[in-house]
Each structure stands twice: as C-alpha cells, then as structure tokens.
C-alpha cells in the first residue's frame, strides 16, 4: 500500500514495521520517522488507527489468558528465526487442551 506522494520514510517501511511501533519496539529515532509519516500520509494514519484498534479489542478480550511458557518460547524463537531471514520448518505450534504446546509437522 502506498499513497503515491512521496515522504522521507516510505509507505511500505512504515507499514512493514507498524506492529514494533505499536508495541514500542523500536528506537525513538525510528518512532519520530513514523510519527512524522502518520502526519503527512492519511492512509498510513489510518492502517494504523484500525491496527491499534484490533490490537486493543484484542488485549480487552483476550489479555487475561496465560500463555503457557514453552509455547511462548516456541513462538518467540520462530519470530527470532523469521527476523533474521532464517528459513522456518513448516510446523504448526499449538496449546493442547491441557494449555500444553503441541508441534504438528505436515
């Protein structure tokens, strides 16, 4: 998505990373770019307001639920994998009924 105008930081840099910035997961030199990004490109506003906005229907519904440690690990390190252009082996990581990770290999 691009809304055809130029700007310093471009419309698929900012959206690639909105979820780091919505979480505070970025530098603030990197946080000042985007905010300045969101002042100049309405479109960009307004992805980020729907993900901000999903985001806290989600924490509202669903933020009182443990997460069971080793699946949080899993899923921690396969974010680790994908961030560092690591190939990921197709597996499916999911919390058995007793709240317990499983691995599904296809």
């Known amino acids: ?3 055809g105008e ?3 930081t471009d419309c698929s840099e900012v959206l690639d990373h909105l979820y780091e910035f919505l979480d505070h997961e970025m530098p603030d030199s990197d946080c000042s770019k985007f905010e300045v990004h969101f002042e100049e490109c309405s479109p960009c506003l307004e992805k980020y307001g729907l993900e901000q ?3 806290k229907l989600v924490k509202r519904c669903c933020g009182q639920d443990d997460v069971p440690t080793d ?3 899993k899923v921690m390190g396969r974010i680790d994998l994908i961030r560092s252009g690591q190939a990921v082996p197709e597996q499916d990581v999911t919390a ?3 709240g317990q990770p499983t ?3 296809e």
Do not use: G, I, N, Q
């Open 6 to 8: 130029p700007h310093e």
């Open 96 to 98: 058995s009924e007793t």
């Open 71 to 73: 699946l949080r690990s």
């Open 53 to 55: 906005a999903v985001k």
């Open 103 to 105: 691995v599904a290999k």
């Open 1 to 3: 998505m691009s809304c």
